[in-house]
């Protein structure tokens, strides 16, 4: 017989009506937890069943049930640790620097529709002003999964994070650990990209500002493309990352323009996966 501090560790959260242990589950709660929280009076007092939404709850059942609530706790827990948690984790920093910008930083357990296979994902950085906030992102979008991350300011733009493997480019191992200059000409990078990042193919007199720099030894590329899209982009382990931001209006990024380039300016992806966590 289970002892009455088991069974409350395993019911704290439930409330006691007439001697029965019942809560208002959500409609996803697992049927054997049910059956756990229900059933045990009924194995107690002898009784030989009692209902819990059109369920029949025996004695044995109850017991049997009741033992397997730790194991689901831990298994949710796990998934949790292993990166696996949906939907949008916040990642951008409580406080603005002492230039007002913020920072986001990829979340360590945010998921992302990536393929089966990917390696372990850096944590990639950038600042943000303030007024932009995370939206949602759709396999709709013109990037599909490929798209990682989207910001949006309804006053001054948008902006996206596409990541993609490097197989796009060259033929590499998993656990290859790849520049971006290693897979193309700043020109060719930009072209490839260019039909999910601006929605069209890419003429040479599209791009209006383009430079190689690095930034902690890794290599980056960063363009300005017509009208007024300020990209950069960089390689490390089997991914390419590409930071596009999209001004509102070309009266917009007349007048923030000098903040967004910030922004551009401040992508970082750090080749040590380690470094932010």
């Given amino acids: 017989m289970l002892s009455n501090k088991v069974f409350a560790n395993a019911c704290d959260e439930f409330v006691r009506h007439g001697g029965d242990c019942k809560r208002a589950f959500p409609s996803n709660t697992p049927r054997n937890v049910r059956v756990a929280a229900a059933g045990y009076d009924a194995a107690q007092s002898g009784t030989s069943n009692d209902s819990l939404d059109g369920f029949e709850v025996g004695r044995r059942q109850a017991l049997a049930a009741l033992v397997t609530v730790p194991a689901i706790l831990q298994a949710n827990a796990a998934l949790a640790v292993q990166g696996l948690t949906a939907g949008r984790i916040p990642g951008v920093s409580s406080t603005a620097d002492a230039d007002g910008f ?91 990209f260019a039909p999910e990042l601006f929605g069209r193919p890419l003429d040479d007199e599209d791009v209006l500002e383009q430079r190689v720099l690095e930034k902690e030894g890794v290599p980056y590329y960063e363009w300005q493309v017509k009208p007024h899209n300020l990209v950069s982009a ?44």
């Fill in 234 to 277: 960089t390689a490390v382990g089997n991914r390419v990352f590409i930071l596009n931001i999209t001004p509102r209006s070309s009266r917009t990024f007349a007048k923030t323009g000098e903040s967004l380039r910030r922004m551009q300016e401040s992508f970082y992806v750090p080749a040590d996966y380690k470094k932010l966590t």
């Fill in 102 to 192: 913020y920072r986001y930083t990829r979340p360590e357990g945010k998921s992302g529709g990536h393929g089966v296979g990917w390696s372990e994902m850096p944590r990639y950085t950038f600042k943000v002003r303030p007024g932009w906030e995370e939206t949602p992102v759709s396999i709709a979008d013109l990037g599909g999964t490929e798209i990682d991350l989207r910001f949006a300011c309804p006053e001054e733009g948008s902006l996206q994070v596409v990541v993609a493997p490097v197989l796009r480019f060259a033929d590499v191992g998993y656990n290859a650990d790849v520049r971006i200059t290693d897979l193309n000409k700043p020109e060719n990078i930009i072209s490839g």
